[in-house]
């Protein structure tokens, strides 16, 4: 009789346990389908070894309107995840401001892209290809005006 009944208390803790794996695997699934949706953008950085582009993705929050570009102007500034791609300007290179205007982007540097340090792309060459990146994430973006506090960056030069 003690064997039975020990039998059946095994049974409802093997049911108690299988109904809360069940319950903690609906809970994940549905985290995950309504966590934060996010979006693939490209970014390109120059190669140490070849000169040539190194293409790489990320996925970034979905934003809207000027917070797109901005969240994509400050990961591109970050530089590279691969260790074979050089960062486009100097370790520490900020934008104090970015906001488009019609059809063109207006983005505002800090100083520290004026310095050549780190193994960062020369500095007009990070600028083309900053531009690249804008506007191929950004269609719509015709013009990248580039300033470093408030003076032109191609009068720098």
Not at 52 to 74: A, H, M, T
Not at 82 to 93: A, D, M, V, Y
Not at 111 to 130: D, H, K, R, T, V
Request: aromatic content about 12%; charged content about 25%.
């Amino acid at each position: 009789m003690k064997i039975q009944s020990l039998a059946k208390k095994l049974n409802v803790a093997q049911k108690a346990l299988a109904a809360a794996l069940a319950l903690a695997f609906l809970f994940s699934l549905t985290v995950y389908f309504f966590k934060t949706p996010r979006i693939r953008h490209v970014f390109r950085f120059q190669s140490v070894d070849t000169g040539r582009n190194n293409v790489e993705w990320r996925l970034l929050p979905v934003k809207k309107g000027q917070d797109k570009i901005s969240l994509y102007v400050q990961e591109l500034l970050l530089g590279p995840k691969n260790e074979r791609s050089r960062p486009l300007f100097s370790p520490g290179t900020k934008a104090n401001f970015c906001f488009e205007r019609g059809k063109s982007l207006y983005v505002d540097f800090s100083p520290e892209i004026l310095e050549m340090s780190g193994n960062a792309s020369q500095i007009m060459e990070g600028l083309e290809l900053f531009k690249m990146n804008v506007k191929r994430a950004f269609p719509h973006l015709k013009n990248v005006e580039a300033y470093i506090d408030g003076k032109p960056l191609v009068e720098e030069f």
